[in-house]
């Protein structure tokens, strides 16, 4: 069975029992916690807090860990090992809420493009940094995913192939969002989001665990992410279809959407019809030949 979970931020703190309220009303299974956005975590009790609102509800808790200043990729060694040990700081505290999951982006703001021949670098230092956060997570049992970014090292397949190869309890949340922007500008096309989520599914089988899903509006070289998505979206659409196709079992699939078509805070209680859709068509799939 797939669990449908919905992004919550250290800003719902504010309004959280609602919004553990709305999303209990739409059919969600659980709701993911990001403790870094728009700002790091600046102490334990309010995600503690959130997370003690969540459960109280009846809905399991993810987490998404730190990603803005965390440079996992970075080639300068002083950077990317202060990256990991706030990393390794923010899995401890996480272990405590007992999560399904704890999910991280690998990256670097070094300019891989423009300097192609460097791009082993880029893959040694990421090797290391997942190598250090698997151990103390295997040692919690905390199941621990690595998610593609929408630029940049570690957006593409291919990188993802090759910092993760061979290492065992790697595992992945693919951002179909993420995965479509990156495609959206370097191949500077229309781009086909359900050969891409397969190309995805086939490459790496049942290493991806679960994966986000919501809208894009692509406008020339603007991108427009996290826009809540309706059953009739090119990303839900793709997610159902490329499931079926490659057969893959999904744990999980995030709405992970911020906003509505209009620009307003995203609302669960919006989304139960497509948290349905999800619920019956992935869990559909496995059972055909």
């Not at 370097?186 to 050969?195: G, L, P």
């Not at 490459?203 to 020339?220: M, P």
């Not at 826009?227 to 659409?237: D, E, K, L, M």
Request: net charge positive.
């Amino acid at each position: 069975m797939t669990l449908i979970g919905f992004p919550l931020w250290l800003g719902d703190r504010k309004n959280i029992e609602v919004k553990v309220k709305e999303a209990v009303e739409a059919g969600f299974d659980f709701m993911e916690l990001s403790l870094d956005y728009p700002w790091a975590v600046a102490d334990v009790l309010t995600p503690s807090n959130i997370a003690f609102r969540v459960r109280e509800a009846g809905l399991e808790l993810a987490v998404h860990g730190c990603w803005r200043d965390v440079k996992l990729a970075s080639p300068i060694e002083e950077v990317r090992k202060a990256s990991v040990k706030h990393v390794l700081r923010t899995i401890e505290m996480a272990k405590k809420w007992d999560p399904m999951y704890v999910v991280l982006h690998i990256s670097t703001d070094q300019a891989f493009r423009e300097a192609s021949e460097r791009e082993a670098s880029f893959v040694n230092a990421a090797r290391k940094s997942v190598r250090s956060i698997l151990k103390l997570a295997s040692s919690m049992g905390l199941e621990l995913l690595f998610e593609n970014v929408p630029s940049q090292f570690c957006a593409s397949l291919n990188h993802f192939r090759k910092v993760l190869k061979n290492l065992d309890h790697a595992r992945i949340c693919l951002d179909i969002g993420h995965a479509q922007v990156y495609a959206a500008r370097t191949i500077k096309r229309n781009v086909n989001v359900e050969e891409l989520v397969l190309s995805w599914f086939k490459g790496f089988g049942s290493a991806i665990r679960g994966v986000h899903v919501y809208d894009c509006l692509v406008q020339g070289k603007w991108i427009d992410e996290h826009i809540a998505p309706s059953n009739c979206s090119s990303s839900v659409r793709a997610l159902i279809n490329s499931a079926r196709k490659s057969g893959i079992d999904l744990s999980f699939a995030v709405i992970e959407a911020f906003k509505d078509s209009q620009g307003r805070d995203a609302n669960p209680k919006s989304l139960a019809e497509v948290v349905g859709n999800l619920k019956v068509s992935l869990s559909n799939q496995l059972n055909k030949p």
